[in-house]
């Protein structure tokens, strides 16, 4: 059974969602009013902004992105996914001409379904993610490893390198990571961690900041599989759909890779 979230469900409120959001979804290569929008989706945007821009919410970096109009939003509706690797090579168009210190993002929200349990909902994003991979037209990133078990592996589509992620209404721990009533994946640009890798004072600063308000948030500790992309133990794929306790990620990246080898 679907988890809902309690904090979404008791703040959400009607007029919550302004309507000039519309003129950042993306679907394609169209972008704005160009773009039709089911109703459910704004509902979903309503609910993400409820959390995001909670002053407590844990990604103090997310919420300034939010306020400053720099996340592009996108939607998977009835299972369709034809449009995903286009609207990620547009995406990174429009995040290549923003400001480099701008922390743009795509999220992209799919349409609310019944997980029976956190495992399908993990399943069901990386069904998402395999089919862009699969459907994409351009060349691995060069430099960039195909092998998810190398520390600088990271998820890529049009030539672009993404830190990509999930948040799943199965989550009832990890509060952060349930942020309404549908699954929702994120793709953040690589270039936007410029000045706060895991090696920089900055970053570090940054990270120890950003885990003490998960704790809080959340109410239980930071899952250790979130390390510092590139640190040798780090596994980023892993971090992409986290167990909703404390188990470590075992076995191999679901994702899948001869798509793209046979490109390169």
Not at 90 to 109: H, K, P
Not at 186 to 203: C, L, M, N, Y
Request: proline share 8%; glycine share 8%.
């Amino acid at each position: 059974m679907t988890v809902a979230s309690p904090t979404v469900a008791e703040k959400r409120m009607d007029g919550e969602c302004p309507a000039d959001l519309v003129d950042r979804i993306l679907v394609g290569e169209k972008l704005g009013k160009e773009v039709p929008v089911p109703d459910w989706v704004m509902g979903a945007l309503a609910d993400y902004r409820v959390q995001v821009l909670d002053p407590k919410y844990p990604c103090y970096f997310g919420t300034v992105a939010e306020r400053q109009g720099d996340i592009f939003y996108s939607y998977v509706d009835g299972g369709d996914l034809s449009h995903l690797p286009a609207t990620l090579r547009t995406f990174s168009a429009l995040a290549a001409e923003a400001d480099r210190d701008r922390r743009t993002t795509l999220a992209v929200f799919v349409e609310p379904r019944d997980y029976p349990h956190h495992q399908a909902a993990a399943e069901h994003f990386w069904e998402i993610l395999q089919y862009i991979v699969n459907h994409d037209t351009e060349k691995w990133p060069e430099g960039q490893p195909l092998d998810p078990e190398d520390p600088m592996w990271a998820f890529s589509c049009g030539g672009e390198s993404f830190f990509a992620f999930a948040a799943s209404p199965t989550y009832s721990k990890r509060k952060s990571r349930n942020i309404g009533s549908g699954l929702a994946l994120f793709f953040q640009p690589k270039h936007v961690f410029q000045g706060i890798e895991g090696h920089t004072k900055a970053g570090a600063l940054a990270r120890k900041k950003i885990r003490a308000r998960l704790k809080s948030w959340d109410g239980i500790e930071p899952h250790p599989e979130l390390k510092d992309y590139g640190d040798s133990e780090c596994r980023e794929w892993k971090q992409a759909f986290l167990p909703d306790d404390e188990r470590p990620v075992s076995g191999e990246c679901p994702l899948k890779m001869h798509a793209v080898a046979k490109r390169s």
